[in-house]
């Protein structure tokens, strides 16, 4: 702790390491993927989907194919050309959901704008929907009853529960209400017993909102719009945005120097979320492999 300009107290934030935490899942899951291999004769299978040249898509799919090699378990890629009809892609899921070799599916997003995302992930088998985006799924979480944790919120979690952050009681805000990170997330942080509160674009007062936060989850997808003065002193503060700046490096939804001296704990862009996302898919995996039995 130290005096900063105009005499505040500026706290050094302790930095939530999530490539190290995403790196010792990876290394429990390898373990996890020996042992079941060798009882069952059977080794997890990730089937990933990706149509189209988007460039950031092409990146995640790789480092989804790294984290399979690295955990033991198989992958196969899917890569289709950007005009690939909606007919053609759910044959294609189709035979992938027959296939008792493939157990997790992923359709990469984004896909090309003619075709219907939605309607597509509801053509994957519920059993192998590793990311957790089918109706079915989404409901079995809102009912207490997961099949599958969706990604990157189970990856919030687990970077909570591994830096010993106690949820129980705790005031949690989280900043944005997709359906990939901000509505699954609200559940699960209800479900550990926080009391949460969902912040959107008719949120009034957001920045006091987010200022009365324990825990703060920053999902709004808007490049360093959490300042300072959003973040209560010793807060908690996780950042799962990634933007691209205009030098071409990447920055998360939380302004992160001014931050840091405010906040008790915080994740980095990248290395925080990102990784964590990617390690819980893994596990997803697995558990779908142990389904398919």
Same mark, same amino acid.
């Given at each position: 702790?130290?005096?900063?300009?105009r005499?505040?107290?500026?706290?050094?934030?302790?930095?939530?390491?999530?490539?190290?935490?995403?790196?010792d899942?990876?290394?429990?899951?390898?373990?996890?993927?020996?042992?079941?291999?060798?009882?069952?004769?059977?080794?997890?299978?990730?089937?990933?989907?990706?149509?189209?040249?988007?460039?950031?898509?092409?990146?995640y799919? &790789?480092?989804?194919?790294?984290?399979?090699?690295?955990?033991?378990?198989g992958? &196969?890629?899917?890569?289709?050309?950007?005009?690939?009809?909606?007919?053609?892609?759910?044959?294609i =899921?189709?035979?992938?959901?027959?296939?008792?070799?493939?157990?997790? =599916?992923?359709?990469?997003?984004?896909?090309?704008?003619?075709?219907?995302?939605?309607?597509?992930?509801?053509?994957?088998?519920?059993?192998?929907?590793v990311?957790?985006?089918?109706?079915?799924?989404?409901?079995?979480?809102a009912?207490?009853?997961?099949?599958?944790?969706?990604?990157?919120?189970?990856?919030?979690?687990?970077?909570?529960?591994?830096?010993?952050?106690?949820?129980?009681?705790?005031?949690?805000?989280?900043?944005?209400?997709?359906?990939?990170?901000?509505?699954?997330?609200?559940?699960?942080?209800?479900? &550990?017993?926080?009391?949460?509160?969902?912040?959107?674009?008719?949120?009034?007062?957001?920045?006091?909102?987010?200022?009365?936060?324990?825990?703060?989850?920053?999902?709004?997808?808007v490049?360093?719009l959490?300042?300072?003065?959003?973040?209560?002193?010793?807060?908690?503060?996780?950042?799962?945005?990634?933007? &691209?700046?205009?030098?071409g490096?990447?920055?998360?939804?939380?302004?992160?120097?001014?931050?840091?001296? =405010?906040?008790?704990?915080i994740?980095?862009?990248?290395?925080?979320?990102?990784?964590?996302?990617?390690?819980?898919?893994?596990?997803?995996?697995?558990?779908?492999?142990?389904l398919?039995?």
């Amino acid at each position: 702790m130290v005096l900063g300009r105009r005499g505040e107290v500026d706290m050094a934030a302790q930095i939530i390491d999530g490539k190290a935490i995403a790196k010792d899942i990876r290394r429990e899951l390898k373990a996890e993927v020996t042992a079941f291999t060798e009882a069952h004769g059977l080794q997890p299978l990730l089937a990933a989907v990706l149509v189209g040249d988007d460039p950031a898509s092409h990146v995640y799919v &790789r480092n989804k194919q790294r984290a399979c090699r690295q955990t033991g378990m198989g992958s &196969r890629l899917v890569e289709l050309p950007a005009e690939t009809t909606e007919a053609t892609l759910r044959t294609i =899921i189709e035979d992938l959901n027959r296939d008792p070799a493939v157990h997790g =599916i992923l359709v990469q997003s984004p896909l090309p704008r003619h075709l219907d995302e939605f309607g597509l992930v509801r053509r994957v088998d519920p059993l192998k929907d590793v990311d957790c985006f089918h109706p079915e799924n989404v409901g079995l979480l809102a009912a207490k009853r997961a099949r599958f944790q969706a990604c990157t919120p189970a990856g919030v979690i687990e970077l909570l529960d591994r830096s010993g952050v106690d949820l129980v009681g705790a005031s949690a805000v989280v900043l944005g209400r997709s359906m990939i990170v901000g509505r699954p997330l609200s559940l699960m942080l209800t479900d &550990r017993h926080a009391t949460v509160t969902v912040c959107h674009t008719r949120t009034r007062d957001v920045a006091a909102v987010c200022a009365g936060a324990d825990v703060l989850v920053a999902a709004a997808g808007v490049a360093r719009l959490v300042g300072a003065a959003w973040v209560k002193p010793g807060a908690v503060v996780i950042d799962v945005g990634t933007n &691209r700046t205009e030098d071409g490096g990447l920055c998360g939804d939380v302004d992160f120097d001014p931050v840091s001296r =405010i906040a008790g704990r915080i994740t980095p862009v990248p290395g925080g979320v990102g990784p964590m996302t990617i390690a819980m898919l893994m596990r997803n995996v697995l558990k779908a492999a142990a389904l398919s039995r």
